[in-house]
């Protein structure tokens, strides 16, 4: 039924070789962590190198990735890196937090990212995309840059749907400091897993310096917010915030909505580009996802009903989380001395878990590099940990299930009544550093597809 998309295999770059050190594996991940690894990533469940006075270890199978995120995720700690990179946008944000204030965090967002929530959510985010589509649909067949608008529609939504705001006035602000720095500052060196925090770089100081001018924007952010907020106003994610650190510093909270807002513009704007990238480059998929949402009805008033009958949209989403997880590879420094799948590991080693390498393993994917949504229908689902885009533990993503519904429901209504195709045929490929964008961005056309 689906030989065309089962045929489409998107390019990607080559893996490292064998012969790779420690420090080329590290300096490699700053350029392009898709073409870091080495093949043998896909045999080992536990790589060593030497590294200095430290050791660099590549957890690569399901059981490793498993003993280091679920099993003894105490003995692992977040890394430095992560603070030297994430730390300018994310500050003490969620994800950046660690032990009790990270407990204590996750326990104020809980609530906002229950499975009971989804209907609420579902219905700004059909919203949303009813209102780009539409501008979308304006274009009449002309050449559309599709994630820039993917990019703005998700940042439209999570600035929405969590915070009741509109972006008309600093979205374009939010979106030029963000691109600027995954583009530039934000690419992952080999200084910030090595060297120690008090150490700082060049690099670091141009983070620290734009800190700042991140910072200024969130709290006009914030500002608008609250000045536009009245009693009639149904409570949402902001309000919860607020009441939450009303006692704590004002940083505290403008870190939360940072965290929020990054994660809806980078993680699932950028899952949206590449489903149309894909489905755009495997049309029996595209029709089968256009047959399936023409049944469904994915307006704002229905679509929290429409999630449950739209399984093979939801199956091309996680196909395309697969071969384009945003988040390519974590990193955790080990603790305490032990054995990780058979290998003594060293306390102070740094652990890089590349799930962009795990998501491609021939030994857990039948031809992995294809584009083929139907590994993830009815009974054919993969194991927990050979898939894992969101993490898995108790850090796994908060927001995994608002991702994937975000991601379905606008997929829906693109597809409902346009096909997407591309203009040129020049390969694009991932590239993994800041987070998995695309090696140039191609242009699309939408035309109107009657019934």
Not at 405 to 414: D, G, I, Q, T
Request: hydrophobic share 45%; with cysteine; net charge positive.
């Amino acid at each position: 039924m689906h030989s065309p998309g089962h045929r489409f295999e998107p390019p990607a770059p080559p893996l490292a070789p064998d012969r790779v050190t420690g420090l080329g594996v590290l300096m490699r991940v700053r350029r392009n962590a898709f073409s870091a690894f080495p093949a043998r990533c896909f045999t080992a469940p536990a790589i060593t190198y030497r590294l200095g006075i430290t050791d660099l270890i590549l957890a690569n199978t399901p059981d490793a990735m498993r003993h280091v995120l679920a099993d003894h995720p105490d003995r692992f700690r977040r890394v430095r890196a992560t603070g030297r990179v994430l730390g300018p946008i994310l500050g003490r944000g969620l994800a950046a937090a660690e032990g009790e204030a990270w407990r204590r965090q996750r326990r104020t967002l809980a609530p906002a990212f229950t499975p009971r929530t989804l209907p609420v959510l579902s219905h700004h985010i059909a919203a949303c995309a009813e209102a780009t589509c539409a501008r979308i649909e304006a274009a009449k067949g002309g050449p559309i840059d599709l994630l820039s608008a993917m990019q703005d529609l998700s940042l439209d939504i999570a600035a929405r749907s969590m915070f009741s705001l509109e972006t008309a006035r600093f979205g374009p602000e939010l979106r030029r400091l963000l691109l600027f720095y995954s583009a530039t500052i934000g690419r992952p060196r080999a200084s910030d897993f090595l060297l120690p925090s008090t150490l700082l770089t060049p690099t670091d100081v141009r983070r620290a310096l734009f800190r700042r001018r991140w910072s200024r924007i969130i709290a006009a952010v914030i500002a608008e917010r609250r000045s536009t907020a009245s009693p009639d106003t149904p409570r949402d994610l902001f309000d919860m915030l607020a009441d939450a650190y009303k006692d704590q510093d004002e940083g505290l909270l403008a870190d939360e909505v940072s965290t929020m807002l990054f994660a809806g513009h980078e993680t699932t704007g950028l899952t949206l580009f590449w489903a149309c990238y894909l489905l755009a480059n495997a049309p029996d998929w595209q029709d089968a996802v256009r047959d399936e949402a023409r049944a469904c009805d994915v307006s704002p008033g229905s679509a929290g009903e429409a999630l449950a009958r739209l399984p093979l949209t939801r199956a091309v989403v996680e196909e395309t989380l697969r071969l384009y997880p945003p988040a390519y590879m974590s990193a955790r420094e080990v603790g305490d001395p032990h054995d990780l799948c058979g290998s003594p590991v060293r306390g102070g080693s740094l652990v890089l878990l590349p799930f962009c390498m795990l998501h491609r393993n021939p030994a857990f994917w039948a031809a992995p590099a294809r584009f083929d949504p139907s590994r993830f229908l009815g009974a054919a689902r993969p194991d927990r940990f050979t898939f894992l885009p969101f993490g898995a533990g108790p850090r796994v993503c908060i927001g995994a299930q608002l991702a994937v519904a975000e991601s379905v429901l606008v997929l829906a209504r693109l597809l409902r009544g346009n096909a997407i195709a591309m203009e040129q045929a020049d390969p694009v490929q991932p590239i993994g550093s800041f987070s998995t964008r695309p090696s140039h961005v191609p242009v699309f056309t939408l035309r109107p597809c009657l019934p």
